[in-house]
């Protein structure tokens, strides 16, 4: 992700993108641990109301799903035109289209893509500070100050809704849906009913919201801290390497 952010920053006329994307990836890898955020994020959700689903039913579901997505896939690799014809054939019945518009509403992929969105924004910024002429004072800052900081540019960020690069978290959730929707195209009539019921159910929208507040909280720490680091890292860097208009 931070090679797609730094060619975004790139092709947006940020020219210290190059200098400072190895200062970024240390700060990623330091801040981001997968295992245990997902650990900790399926803890939320194990430990959030029981769900009265037949566990094979839904298993068998699941799986249908994840051939939906394969088959999606390799409809898109192969250029597939009849069978992307036959899932715009489903999603335009009267009967079905309406099923999956709804089902894919409730589903938690599409907050999770914003999240990912607003990730790449906050790592867009951070490169994109390196050419702010601020940049050096705010690097140098006490950790406590830096930290301080740190928590008003995630908050700036979360509630922009203009300027957001590199994709705004509108069309990060827009595109997931669509996204969501040809996967569900591809399911038989009884599996996506099994998961309509389920997503439709107190417990299923418990589980769903306990996912995206447990994801959210997981990615706010790590981006918080990989800022922490970045700014940590380029005073090193910049005291190694002053910039000719300091």
């Known amino acids: 992700?931070?090679?797609?952010?730094?060619?975004a920053a790139r092709d947006q006329g940020i020219a210290a993108a190059p200098e400072t994307e190895a200062i970024l990836e240390l700060a990623?890898?330091?801040?981001?641990?997968?295992?245990?955020?997902?650990?900790?994020?399926?803890?939320?959700?194990?430990?959030?109301?029981?769900?009265?689903?037949?566990?094979?039913?839904?298993?068998?579901?699941?799986?249908a799903f994840e051939e939906g997505r394969a088959k999606v896939a390799r409809m898109y690799?192969?250029?597939?035109?009849?069978a992307a014809k036959d899932i715009e054939t489903r999603l335009a019945d009267t009967g079905t289209g309406p099923r999956i518009t709804q089902l894919a509403d409730l589903m938690a992929s599409?907050?999770?893509?914003?999240?990912?969105?607003?990730?790449?924004?906050?790592?867009?910024?951070?490169?994109?500070?390196?050419?702010?002429?601020?940049?050096?004072?705010l690097a140098s800052a006490p950790q406590d100050k830096l930290q301080a900081e740190m928590k008003g540019v995630m908050e700036q960020l979360r509630a922009r809704i203009e300027n957001e690069k590199p994709v705004p978290k509108d069309v990060a959730r827009t595109d997931e849906?669509?996204?969501?929707?040809?996967?569900?195209?591809?399911?038989?009539?009884?599996?996506?009913?099994?998961l309509s019921d389920f997503y439709a159910s107190a417990a299923?929208?418990?589980?769903?919201?306990?996912?995206?507040?447990?994801?959210?909280?997981?990615?706010?720490?790590?981006?918080?801290?990989?800022?922490?680091?970045?700014?940590?890292e380029l005073a090193d860097y910049l005291k190694a390497n002053p910039r000719a208009q300091q």
Do not use: H, W
């Open 1 to 7: 992700m931070v090679a797609k952010i730094a060619k």
């Open 28 to 63: 990623v890898r330091a801040s981001f641990k997968p295992d245990a955020m997902s650990d900790g994020i399926l803890d939320a959700v194990a430990e959030t109301g029981g769900a009265t689903v037949d566990p094979a039913v839904f298993a068998k579901a699941v799986a």
């Open 77 to 82: 690799e192969a250029q597939d035109q009849a």
């Open 110 to 137: 599409p907050d999770l893509a914003v999240e990912t969105a607003f990730t790449g924004q906050v790592m867009y910024v951070a490169l994109e500070a390196f050419e702010n002429s601020s940049a050096a004072e």
């Open 177 to 194: 849906k669509s996204r969501l929707a040809f996967i569900l195209a591809t399911l038989p009539s009884e599996d996506l009913s099994v």
């Open 204 to 232: 299923g929208k418990a589980k769903r919201q306990a996912l995206v507040d447990a994801y959210k909280q997981a990615s706010d720490q790590a981006n918080t801290k990989m800022l922490g680091v970045y700014f940590a």
